[in-house]
Structures are given as C-alpha cells and as structure tokens.
C-alpha cells in the first residue's frame, strides 16, 4: 500500500509517504526559530506557517519519494491530540486529497504513532535504504512505553499490535515543558531542553538537590511543576549564580539529573510491574543524552531489551504517522469519514 501522511500537531510541518512499511520520504519543516522570540509555541503563528507550507512540504515528500499524487491508495493525518488550529490546517488538507482522489482518509491518534517511533530503523549513512519498520516487532509485544516531549509525558503498556493501555501521565508540566521552562529562569533560548543537555554535559549533577516529584509514588504519574517552581524559587534566592557560567552549568546538569531520574526509575518500576520484556522511548526528550543514556544503564542491570527511537524520529514527523496509519488500513480499520473532525484534547487510552 502507497499512502501520504501528514502531521501538523503543534509546530513541526511534516508529510511522508510510506509504502509497505517503508518511509519512503519523511519531509520536516520545523518552526523552531519562529517560536523562539515568543519563548514557546504561539498557535496562531504555527496555523499560519502550516498553510505556508504544507503544500510544498507535502509536494517535497511526492518528488523525494518518486511517486504522483495519482498512485496514492490512501492519506493519512494527525486527527489529535494538539493544538487544533494547527491540527485543523494537515487533517482537512489530507481529508481534502482523499477525496478528491476517490481513496480511503484514516486520521491518527498522535500518540499512538509514537508508539511506532522506536520500531522504525534508521536509513544507512549513505542514505541508499528507507526507513522501515523492524520486521520482528510484534516480538516484542507487550513492551512498556514511554512518550516524553515538551506536551505529554506519558508511560503506555503496548499489549499486542493496536492494543495498548496508557498506565500514567503527567497531571501538570510534561518533563519537556519543565527543562523549556526551568531553561528559561536560567535565560537560556527556547527550547531549552537541548541547551541543558550541551551545558550539562559539563556540569555536576550532585552539585544542586531539586526534588524528583511523585519518585516514591506507587502510581505511573509524573509531576514536573513542582520541581520548576524549585528551581524558581532557587535561583531568586541565588540569582550570582547565573553570572557564572560554570555554575549555570551545574545548574543545568543538576535539574537534568532530577528529570531524568524520575522518568528513569518510574519507568523501569512500571516495566517490572508487568511483566515485559522490552522498554521502548520516543518524543523530543528522547534526545537526552542523560536520559538515553540512564535508561540504558537500567534496562541492562534489570534484563530489559531498550528501544530507543533514533533521534530524527524522536521528535514529531509523518513517517512514524503513515507508518501507523498502514498497519491500521491493513488490519481493516474503517476509514475516518470525510466529515469527521479533529479531536485536540484525544487521549490515548
Ligand atoms: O516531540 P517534540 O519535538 O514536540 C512536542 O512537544 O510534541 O518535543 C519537543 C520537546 C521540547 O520541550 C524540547 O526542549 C525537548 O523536546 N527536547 C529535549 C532535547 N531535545 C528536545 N529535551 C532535553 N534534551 C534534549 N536533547
Ligand atoms: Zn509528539
């Protein structure tokens, strides 16, 4: 099956097309700068820059992946969750094209498409294969999932293909949204998740004690506002720290080492309560290298298998979408109707 897929949850503009399993092209035009003076995503600025480019962000992937509009047997999109005047711009452009082209629309729960992320292998250096979908996948089944970006935070027990359960998730900050937010106290550019993780690689993390929320908490929620409003609190009351830059970096190796603990521990202590085998990570903190690496240190002490999403596929894109959106249309989901809106608040359940 050839389809396109499209994603325009919050600021990322992507369109892919995956044929048997294979991101055949997986374009990503990212709205990082533009957002970076606001300090975090303004809606209504994405909206704008997804109709600027979805068009040809889309018309990139067709040429990348040498096929015409006309040989597509399906589109997919993001239905939800996200922002929904940024979701509305890709789910009604796809539902549009499917019609228009006589061919079944599926719209997608986003998070569930990430649950696909770290089953998707990297292309060779050389860039001569796609993307694809690890053959041996559903061997891994049940495997525990973390998704962690700057809007979820979330642990998902995934029992078979298409069946899964979400355990826990955040009931205030995602752990994105407390390193954009912790970042910003210390004036550090938006997002500030991968300027910690520069600056903390230089930093000690034993050099400042934040509290690691809801650590010891027998449930699979996360908790991060607390912990910001710490770090707040801290730097008002030791506000020379951040005229010196060694210090700005224990800082950040400090609250890094807070955040990654809590997502470290409560996913491993999930993992062992049931039962899998396999421990899988996507979202844009995968990226962290603390976290990367932290996570493989656990689940090797405890026998887990880790899959760790590559750090392309890490953040939002289309490939893991239409990935997900092939699975489905080939295990006979119905069609999303053409008059069917976005959901923004869908929770994966
Ligand atoms: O998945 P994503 O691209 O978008 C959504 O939020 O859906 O994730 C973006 C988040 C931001 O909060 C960003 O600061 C964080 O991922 N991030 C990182 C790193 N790279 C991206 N956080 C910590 N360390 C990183 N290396
Ligand atoms: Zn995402």
Redesign the pocket.
């Known amino acids: 099956m050839t389809l396109l897929a499209l994603e325009t949850?919050?600021d990322?503009t992507s369109a892919a097309v995956v044929r048997d399993g294979k991101i055949l092209s997986n374009i990503v035009s990212s709205q990082i700068e533009l957002h970076a003076e606001y300090g975090g995503v303004v809606p209504e600025l994405a909206a704008r820059e997804h109709l600027k480019n979805l068009t040809p962000v889309a018309q990139s992937a067709l040429r990348d992946a040498g096929i015409a509009a006309d040989e597509l047997e399906a589109v997919a999109a993001t239905q939800g969750p996200g922002l929904a005047i940024a979701l509305i711009v890709g789910f009604k452009a796809a539902q549009s094209l499917a019609f228009a082209l006589g061919k079944p629309f599926i719209g997608i729960n986003h998070h569930e498409a990430h649950l696909y992320s770290p089953w998707i292998s990297s292309p060779s250096s050389l860039g001569e294969k796609p993307a694809a979908l690890i053959a041996d996948f559903k061997n891994f089944q049940p495997n525990l999932s973390l998704i962690v970006?700057?809007?979820?935070t979330l642990l998902v027990l995934v029992e078979s293909e298409l069946k899964h359960r979400v355990l826990g998730g955040t009931i205030d900050d995602?752990a994105?949204?407390c390193?954009?937010k912790t970042g910003k106290l210390m004036g550090l550019a938006y997002?500030?998740?991968?300027v910690?993780?520069r600056l903390a690689a230089e930093g000690n993390p034993r050099a400042y004690v934040f509290p690691r929320p809801l650590l010891y908490d027998a449930n699979d929620d996360f908790s991060f506002s607390g912990l910001k409003t710490s770090v707040r609190y801290f730097i008002r009351d030791h506000p020379e720290l951040l005229d010196d830059p060694q210090k700005i970096r224990d800082l950040c190796a400090s609250v890094q080492a807070a955040i990654v603990e809590v997502l470290v521990v409560k996913t491993i202590r999930a993992a062992k309560r049931n039962g899998v085998r396999c421990v899988t990570t996507s979202?844009?903190?995968t990226?962290?290298?603390a976290?990367r690496n932290e996570l493989e240190r656990a689940c090797q002490k405890n026998g887990f298998t880790l899959r760790l999403a590559e750090k392309n596929l890490?953040?939002?894109n289309a490939g893991m979408i239409g990935i997900l959106a092939e699975r489905k249309l080939l295990a006979h989901a119905a069609p999303t109707p053409f008059d069917e809106e976005i959901k923004p608040g869908w929770a994966l359940e």
């Not at 970006?149 to 979820?152: A, I, R």
């Not at 997002?191 to 991968?194: H, Q, R, S, T, V």
């Open positions: 949850s919050c990322e970006s700057g809007g979820h995602a994105g949204e390193f954009d997002p500030a998740g991968p910690i993780d979202g844009g903190v990226c962290n290298r976290l890490c953040t939002d």
